[in-house]
């Protein structure tokens, strides 16, 4: 079992920057990669990034590439979203994610970003 707590959210203004944070606990020994998803009001869950917990090899989403940025601190267990130029379009409960093979199989609760214009 892996357990994820995410931190960091809160009301920013439009071109303004934000970190989150994603805690994780458990057998985080197994953990092959972590990622950030977000889900906007009325819409599916979106992928927006990860990272290979080994090496750090990252992927990001073509609506984030250059103005966010995921890193991973290996010994507290903690991944970090940098989140640069926000739009209002980026608003959405965003959710830290880690497969520990097999799938993004675990999740956090969820952290609010609201980005007002």
């Known amino acids: 079992q892996v357990q994820l707590v995410e931190s960091g959210g809160r009301l920013v203004q439009a071109g303004g920057s934000l970190r989150l944070s994603c805690a994780a606990s458990?057998?985080?020994?197994?953990?092959?990669?972590m990622g950030w998803f977000r889900q906007a009001p009325g819409k599916g869950r979106e992928f927006v990034t990860q990272?290979?917990?080994?090496?750090?090899?990252?992927i990001y989403a073509d609506s984030v590439k250059g103005r966010f940025t995921i890193s991973r601190d290996n010994i507290d267990n903690t991944v970090y979203l940098q989140m640069n130029s926000l739009q209002v379009e980026d608003t959405a409960i965003y959710y830290c994610?880690?497969?520990?093979?097999?799938?993004?199989?675990?999740w956090g609760q969820g952290t609010q970003v609201t980005v007002s214009s």
């Open positions: 994610s880690a497969d520990v093979g097999g799938g993004w199989g675990y």
């Open positions: 990272i290979a917990w080994s090496g750090g090899r990252t």
């Open positions: 458990g057998r985080t020994s197994r953990m092959f990669r």
